[in-house]
């Protein structure tokens, strides 16, 4: 059984944040990170395999901007890696130039696409771990946007599974996840030093758990059985959009009209949901596409997407707009305003043409997210949680990702 020093020490180690991808320039927009053309999956690359990662994004104009990726090595917890040389993790070159770009054709917003991909035949990334990107205009020194990826050995064995069968309630509005970490072939004699671990609901860094303490310890294993801190709200299917063809409406889409300069979509307005009703969507995910779905990288137009939820009117804190494609640093680009003469709280977001699957949050003054009661919350909720197994050997200088997973719960 797990004694309280090693409680207290899982839990210092917690007091940590999770990495995001972020976007701080706002002429910059539909940042996609995907590995091997997967844009359901978390950014994880498995060491030394065919796994290819692609980055790309869009500038908004014709301009040429010179743009140069550096990475860094993070530790598990996202703070820089100070204790090893660029030599250690890394094989070729730092400081890559995006050379990959095109102008977008007969849109109505101009812009330019940037892409890139990782490993290239100009550097290679040699140990497993977290990695953030920094894409920068030369010259500057200033983020025009950053990206955080995960390398993964899986050196270690994690086993997970989730119920609706939890320690608060049964089948009512809770999901429970359990696993098991077998070290393998690894040393380890001081589990609360030489592992950390991360567990989060639909890729979520805002609703992660890090270091949750282990609730049963064995000579070659951690166990996590009956653990409260493991307990998610179950929340609600994400809703979901998508345009195709700005000239006519396409799922969850009212209506489309032109203003004389851009396209105004209008998705369906948005009500409290009281019961659950399963509807299949992508828990927070995007993909950028067209009806022909042909050249959609310069051919996907860029849209006003105007949001309408009609809910209890708020005393405190801001309802929000989340999901994987929400990554503005500034906020208040998805902060939705009350609308005294509609009676409905609105937003309304530029998006590239495509699908997107989205939630509403309910963000307080601290920063600190949580689902909106209206939206609902039902143990029949589909999620995927996904979990990460840190190591850290013994006089080692870095954390190494020894384990990667992930389930869905049905």
Excluded at 88 to 116: A, C, K, M, R
Excluded at 251 to 260: A, F, L, P, S
Excluded at 340 to 361: F, N, R, V
Aim: aromatic share 12%.
């Amino acid at each position: 059984m797990k004694s309280p020093l090693i409680t207290l020490l899982f839990l210092l180690l917690s007091m940590t944040a999770a990495g995001k991808n972020v976007i701080y320039d706002p002429q910059v927009k539909s940042l996609q990170v995907v590995v091997n053309q997967n844009w359901q999956a978390l950014p994880v690359m498995k060491l030394n395999s065919a796994d290819r990662l692609d980055i790309s994004f869009d500038e908004l104009s014709h301009d040429y901007h010179r743009y140069i990726c550096h990475i860094e090595r993070c530790e598990a917890n996202w703070t820089t890696a100070t204790e090893v040389f660029e030599s250690d993790w890394l094989t070729g070159f730092n400081d890559l130039i995006i050379d990959n770009y095109e102008h977008s054709i007969n849109t109505t917003v101009p812009y330019t696409h940037y892409q890139f991909a990782l490993p290239n035949d100009q550097c290679r990334l040699r140990l497993s771990g977290n990695y953030r990107l920094h894409i920068q205009e030369d010259g500057t020194g200033d983020d025009v946007l950053t990206v955080e990826l995960m390398v993964t050995e899986q050196s270690m064995q994690l086993v997970m599974n989730a119920t609706t069968n939890t320690d608060t309630d049964s089948n009512g509005s809770h999901q429970q996840v359990t696993m098991t970490v077998d070290y393998g072939n690894h040393s380890v004699t001081r589990p609360e030093e030489q592992i950390q671990t991360v567990v989060m609901q639909n890729g979520r860094e805002d609703n992660c758990r890090r270091n949750v303490p282990p609730t049963f310890i064995s000579q070659n294993s951690l166990e996590w059985s009956h653990s409260m801190d493991l307990i998610f709200d179950a929340g609600n299917e994400y809703r979901k959009y998508e345009v195709l063809d700005p000239s006519h409406p396409t799922m969850g889409v009212d209506y489309i009209r032109w203003d004389g300069d851009y396209y105004q979509v209008f998705p369906y307005q948005s009500e409290s949901r009281p019961n659950y009703l399963y509807d299949e969507d992508a828990d927070g995910d995007f993909v950028i596409r067209n009806s022909d779905n042909r050249e959609i990288d310069t051919t996907c137009d860029y849209v006003w997407v105007n949001y309408r939820l009609k809910t209890d009117v708020l005393t405190t804190g801001h309802i929000v707009i989340d999901g994987r494609w929400t990554t503005d640093a500034d906020n208040d680009t998805y902060r939705m305003e009350y609308d005294e003469e509609t009676g409905l709280y609105t937003a309304s977001i530029l998006q590239k043409q495509g699908y997107y699957s989205y939630q509403y949050l309910w963000e307080d003054a601290g920063g600190t997210r949580k689902p909106l009661p209206s939206e609902g919350n039902f143990y029949q909720t589909e999620n995927r949680y996904q979990a990460l197994v840190y190591y850290k050997e013994i006089g080692a200088r870095t954390w190494r990702l020894t384990a990667f997973g992930q389930i869905i719960l049905h």
